[in-house]
């Protein structure tokens, strides 16, 4: 490619997003990715008739007109359709029996709680107050993420005040502040699982921001979740751009702190006036910058934050009226314990069951489902459980690894048979993957599921933010926006408004 603009390194929703943005500004594009498929956490697999999304059960905020959708609209041209769920998007089960829905209307989820809960209503008033102040308290908070270095300086303290109230303090001390009842509590506090750290841990801005994501139901992309490569691919290709697969970075290229290109595994070189990162801000410290970049104070505050944690999943291939085997087309979690702390599964012990598992029936979600039907489970574990096959290569991991691997995926499908009996029958293919294929398919750090985990500390550091104390040099995706598919491409968008602020007036407009 001749006359590049920008590199973006990395496909997933934020390179991608970010790309689009750009072409859509008139740059041309070269996007490169590790990966004989483009879309990160959002491309699919096939086996035999079955089709599974790797990152992707759900999303908010797409009704039209909504600021996320307008986003995409923009971006893919209106080419992506998303169905809602019907009337429940998540159901959790506990131990006791206790069934809760969450309906696609947020007025309706606060009167069922106010039912089943008379003495919290006061509470939960003041909770969903909190919720929706500190979800809203994030747009001052980007906004300055944007602004010239002496600039941001000068007005982050007023403009993201409220950012810094919300987003320091935690999941679990809101709670505590509003809601008396402990069983309410864990209720509230769910859904951690789409952003990872429990209440104790997690900053209370990613309670406010993903629960509000929620509050007018849960949305499935029409024709699975590779829709979103596929229409941004096209868009950056539409802006005379290229999205290349199989082609790992190695390295970005500096010539006096100002990125002037990259360096291909195979030794190939492309350069360009601008390099934008989309792997994750630590791995591309690790990863990309020399090393003597990888000393500076902006790297090392990055180096510091914590991953968010890594995952296990089976995915199913399902034949039959699955729907009497208990599938729904809304996911369900299933709880061992009211006691949210516990979070991931210590499969050290022989005996033990997996916090929580996390069930979704895509092909119950998906209108235009291609194939046969499919389930994914999805369970948390320490990925020190695997540390000691890293570095080994897919396939080629040993006898011991298979052994372990095999044994996990029976204790996790004994586990999924407990809680849906009658699914059983219907079960006729089952694959299992673990951390390192995160690793090696998205080449996540860690297998990290969300990237860097969104506790306080993460919100407090002043380094995630598009720009890098290198010229030309900038970082995007997840690391960047906030966590999932919307927290990606925002901040896929947030990087390209930084090189090119008329984005705004395009999402106003159009
Ligand atoms: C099991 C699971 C379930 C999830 N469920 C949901 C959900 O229901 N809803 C939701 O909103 N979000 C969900 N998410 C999260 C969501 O998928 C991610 O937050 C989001 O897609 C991350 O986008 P990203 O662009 O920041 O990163 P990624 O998608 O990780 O993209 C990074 C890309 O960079 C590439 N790369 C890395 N290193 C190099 C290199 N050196 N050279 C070239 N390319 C490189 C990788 O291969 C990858 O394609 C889920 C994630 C997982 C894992």
Known sequence: MEGIDVIVIGTGMGGL????????????????????????????????????????????????????????????????AMHKYDKVYDSFHFPDGVKIDLPIDRDQYFADLVRRFPDEEKGLKAYKKAVDKAAKSGYGHFFTQLLPHVWGKLLTPILAHSFKRWSQTTTQKVLERTIQNG?????????????????????????????????????????????????????????????????????????????????????????????????????????????????????????????????????????????????????????????????????????????????????????????????????????????????????????????????????LLAQLFKWMPKLKQHVVHCEFSTPLSTVHYCRAPQGAIYGISPTPERFACKSLRPATPYKNFYLTGSDVGTLGVVGAMIGGVLSAARLKPKIWGKLRND
């Open 183 to 411: 069983q309410l509590r864990t209720i509230l506090a769910a859904q951690w699982g789409y952003y990872g750290p429990p209440p104790s841990r997690s900053s209370f801005y990613i309670h406010a921001v993903t629960t509000r994501h929620f509050w007018h139901g849960g949305f499935y992309p029409v024709g699975g979740s590779k829709v979103f490569g596929d229409a941004l691919v096209r868009a950056i290709q539409q802006g005379g751009g290229e999205v290349l697969t199989r082609t790992p970075v190695k390295r970005v290229i500096f010539e006096n702190n100002r990125a002037v290109g990259v360096e291909l595994q195979n030794g190939q070189l492309y350069h360009a006036p601008v390099v934008i990162s989309a792997i994750g801000a630590k791995a591309t410290v690790s990863n990309l910058l020399p090393p003597e970049f990888q000393q500076s104070s902006w790297a090392q505050s990055i180096m510091k934050l914590t991953q968010s944690p890594c995952h296990v999943a089976l995915y199913l291939g399902l034949e039959g009226n699955i729907l009497e085997g208990g599938a729904r087309a809304s996911n369900q979690w299933f709880y061992e314990s009211y006691d949210l702390e516990k979070t991931a599964w210590d499969v050290s012990d022989p005996n033990s069951l997996a916090p929580i598992l996390y069930v979704s029936f895509p092909s119950l979600k998906d209108p235009k489902h291609e194939g046969g039907h499919t389930a994914e489970v999805v369970t948390f574990v320490p990925y020190q459980a695997f540390t000691q096959w890293e570095g080994t290569a897919k396939g080629k991991r040993g006898d011991e690894y298979l052994r372990f691997k095999k044994n996990l995926e029976q204790r």
């Open 17 to 80: 997003s970010c790309g689009a943005a750009l072409a859509r500004m008139g740059q041309r594009v070269l996007a490169l990715e590790q990966h004989y498929v483009p879309g990160g956490m959002t491309h699919t697999f096939k086996r035999k008739n079955y089709i599974w999304d790797v990152g992707v059960h759900c999303l908010g905020e797409m009704d039209e007109g909504r600021f996320p959708r307008r986003i995409l609209d923009w971006l893919t041209d209106k080419q992506i």
